[in-house]
């Protein structure tokens, strides 16, 4: 059956491809050779080529002489990349990668927020603040409350000026998506104003160990609601 990707057909094709890859459809069955690809989505060798190679440089795909194109493990994947991270949360809602998602971010945005607070500039405290105001104004209905959530934590990142810090803009933009929606619909509510304000609050007033706490505590809020400890 041929399948219609749109004006890309080399970025469609990597998109079907590695989906069904991360959602485990070659779990139990070997990857399709070359020829097969250009027959069942009616694309051309170039194109599936391009694709193949495309999910290879995530960690996705491996070749061996004489056995072809292979799915490699899932410890191979390149786990930031947004891609593979956007396909994984689209399987089954998995717990277990939401904590793990967001035990990463405890060991990164508290740091980036306490480097905020230290070498912001006047313009990324003011992306910061924006970012607020933009969730306070989600509040009353008059923006997207993840848009906003999102962009408040990807300007605290930028404002590190660390840049290895900012390269988690993409993967934390991808990831939160579902990591808000779960815990806002687990909590009943959007995300928790006073706290963000806190962490703004910190940054502004150039107060590193106080950033990094509200950040941490934030943090820690959500992987609580993620993973409540046991009842005693």
């Not at 930031?80 to 396909?87: E, I, K, Q, S, T």
């Not at 912001?120 to 209905?141: C, D, H, K, W």
Request: charged residues 25%; neutral net charge.
């Amino acid at each position: 059956m041929q399948q219609t990707f749109g004006r890309n057909l080399t970025y469609g094709l990597h998109e079907t491809l590695g989906r069904a890859i991360v959602v485990g459809d070659y779990v139990d069955r070997s990857f399709p050779n070359e020829a097969d690809i250009v027959r069942e989505h009616g694309v051309s060798r170039s194109v599936t080529r391009e694709a193949v190679k495309m999910l290879a440089a995530k960690g996705l795909l491996g070749a061996r002489p004489k056995q072809g194109t292979f799915v490699r493990p899932q410890e191979a994947w390149n786990l930031l990349d947004p891609d593979v991270l956007r396909w994984l949360l689209e399987r089954e809602a998995s717990i277990d990668l939401l904590r793990h998602f967001n035990e990463l971010r405890v060991g990164v945005e508290p740091e980036a927020a306490a480097l905020a607070a230290r070498c912001a500039s006047t313009e990324q405290q003011a992306a910061i603040s924006a970012g607020l105001v933009r969730m306070v104004a989600a509040e009353r209905g008059e923006d997207d409350t993840l848009d906003a959530d999102i962009a408040f934590h990807v300007a605290v990142l930028r404002a590190s000026n660390n840049p290895f810090f900012a390269q988690f803009r993409d993967m934390v933009s991808t990831a939160l998506r579902t990591s808000i929606r779960f815990t806002n619909r687990i909590a009943g509510r959007s995300a928790n104003i006073a706290e963000h304000t806190a962490v703004r609050d910190a940054i502004l007033a150039g107060d590193a160990a106080a950033a990094h706490a509200a950040m941490r505590a934030l943090i820690v809020n959500v992987l609580t609601l993620i993973d409540p400890p046991a009842k005693p």
